[in-house]
């Protein structure tokens, strides 16, 4: 599942200024990561996802789905954590490790949480002002922007493709031929990248573009009572990890 | 050249690099202030006029003359013919460049080097304009086709252009967008733009345009006022063109009208005249 697909434009922080959002994520960011404390991890997990909720204004199923996958994928790497081998004891789960697979699968589901609450309240070109404001060079930013842009484009130029292929039962035609049409198939996605970009290139000529992707910005006010609630939030896992 | 005419074309030619001649020895005067339809077959050249016309392609023989003044093609001459020549391109998808609608709009606002206050003053006007408020934060590649179209739309008008050249501005559209776009059309028609648009659509190209070219392989076969452009069956079908329906009904039932209408409306109300006599 995209995060894109998920993202809701009308969340509660759409007219906030990005300094105010990032007071929000960058102190949970760095809490989580200092802290040792796995109850304070799940703390801050559960307050992120109850942000993510009521914020960034997105439903428990689509959270749920969400964070499905890297939960799997780190409940996998965590559980294999907890077994320990030796020749004279065999295979078993030593305190340690059982401690160290908790610590880590907390302490990820934390971040990931952060990392979810950021992206779902960000649109891709705030996340590009970060980039600028952390001085990242520019050729990385407008990479980091046509890649995004790309993306969608080129899936949806492969499904267009894929269904035309089946129409012609270009699926249905062994294994080996599968592979090769699924083969000719990327071929031509990225052949038909290459003349989307000549026609992107000929776009921006015709809108006085030259290769530099730089755009304004809604410019949002930010005053003291803006940052009430973010700094609130703040306090209440500093609170947390005080008191846990 | 005529004084009333914003682009006038002087004997231009214009191969591809692969060799294939696009257009042929091409004169014509495209009219101030007009509605022009530009109409022809596939490949009979009308794309690449409209590059032609936007300084992206450059003559390999002839000349352009903008306002009288010939084209130049150094850098500062081509900023200044492109914040006059707005160009839209059929195919919105490889127009929308930017990761949001508000972002896409002050892309070509931002090339013509305005203040950034500025530049979120036209904005601000232009969303309200488009019915784009509501998406302003959206990803053009999430909208709709015909939000899509609004969009560049928007994107190209926004720089205030003389001359707005859309090709196919109704393609992949619903009855309903589409009139929405030609609304659009008329309404910055009236207030003294030139439109130029490039069809295959005979029938909306005589209800809406002032002016018709027809292009057949690279060459103008006709131009001029709808009514007699399209009352020559001939022409049309050698640039595989066919007569508007109006003309053809008409025709087809020999009315003789001086007035021949340009819409249904009024078709309905000639045959309703001719059927109480």
Known sequence: MLIESVYNYKHRLVDAHFLVKIVYVLPAFVLVLISENTAFHGFAFCLIFIACKYIAKVPIFHLLKLFSVPFLFIFIGCFTLLFSFDKIHGIGILDDSYFLGIAIFTKSMALISVMYFFLLTHTISEISKYMYACKVPSLFIELFVLTYKFIYLLSDTAKSMQIAQKCRMGDQQGYLNTVRNYGLLFSMVFRHAMLQTEQLEIAMSARLGSNNFVFVQEKHAYSFMNLLAPILFVLLLITALLLL | ?277
């Not at chain 2, 500025?118 to 309200?128: D, Q």
Request: proline letters at 5%; glycine letters at 6%; a neutral charge.
């Open chain 2, 1 to 277: 050249m005529k004084e009333d005419t914003i682009v006038c074309f002087e004997n231009v030619s214009f191969s591809y690099p692969s060799g294939s001649l696009a257009i042929e020895s091409l004169n014509v005067n495209l009219p101030k202030g007009k509605k022009i339809a530009l109409l022809g077959g596939n490949g009979a050249g009308k794309s690449t006029l409209m590059l032609l016309l936007n300084g992206i392609l450059k003559p390999s023989k002839g000349q352009l003359l903008y306002n009288g003044e010939s084209y130049n093609y150094n850098a500062k001459a081509l900023r200044t013919l492109r914040s006059n020549v707005g160009l839209l391109f059929p195919e919105p998808d490889y127009q929308l460049i930017a990761p949001t609608v508000y972002e896409e709009i002050s892309f070509g606002l931002l090339n013509q080097v305005k203040e950034p206050e500025e530049i979120r003053k036209i904005i601000a006007k232009v969303l309200v304009d488009f019915s784009l408020v509501e998406l302003k934060d959206r990803p053009p590649h999430q909208l709709s086709t015909g939000q899509k179209k609004r969009l560049c739309l928007a994107a190209v008008l926004a720089m205030e252009p003389e001359l707005i050249v859309c090709d196919e501005p109704a393609a992949n559209l619903d009855p309903m967008y589409a009139d929405k776009i030609f609304n659009y059309l008329n309404t910055l028609n009236k207030k003294g733009k030139t439109i130029l648009i490039a069809t295959h659509d005979v029938n909306q190209a005589y209800e809406w345009a002032d002016f018709i070219v027809i292009l057949n392989e690279g060459k103008v076969l006709t131009s001029g006022g709808p009514e007699t452009v399209f009352n020559c069956e001939n022409t049309l079908k050698q640039a595989n063109l066919k007569q508007p329906t109006i003309i053809n009904i008409i025709n087809s039932l020999g009315l003789d009208s001086v007035n021949v209408p340009r819409n249904i409306d009024g078709l309905n109300a000639l045959l309703k005249g001719r059927l109480s006599k």
